[in-house]
């Protein structure tokens, strides 16, 4: 599967993005589909991840209430609707495919495949 992600973009403090996280070459029905971060001088952090059969989500606790991660079935896309963003959450985005449903959503490593990522930057 390839995963191509986009939406980023240069917002101010309380503001909006909506990232998506588009598929191609195989149905996401077997899939976990989880974005993570990454900002200059940082591990990566895991964000939020989506089974893609049940729908069940997961959230890393300083997103929780201001991210929602959601799927749209017949695009085969993954959304990250991030609201009240704020300057913490400046980084690249990635997406990842987890096929399988392998171990713990926040793991990367039990990710199989990564998009290229996308650059989030919010000003103050």
């Known amino acids: 599967v390839q995963l191509q992600a986009y939406g980023g973009g240069v917002v101010q403090a309380g503001g909006s993005l909506r990232l998506s996280c588009a598929a191609s070459g195989s149905t996401l029905s077997s899939y976990r589909i989880g974005w993570f971060r990454q900002a200059p001088g940082k591990e990566r952090q895991f964000v939020a991840a989506?089974?893609?059969?049940?729908?069940?989500?997961y959230y890393v606790d300083s997103v929780k209430g201001r991210f929602t991660i959601f799927r749209d079935n017949a695009k085969n896309t993954v959304y990250l609707q991030m609201n009240s963003l704020n300057v913490e959450d400046t980084a690249v985005y990635h997406c990842?495919?987890?096929?399988?449903?392998?171990?713990?959503?926040?793991?990367?490593?039990?990710?199989?495949?990564w998009g290229q990522g996308t650059q989030v930057t919010v000003s103050s």
């Open positions: 989506i089974n893609w059969r049940g729908g069940s989500t």
């Open positions: 990842a495919a987890d096929w399988g449903y392998s171990g713990s959503s926040s793991n990367p490593y039990g990710y199989d495949y």
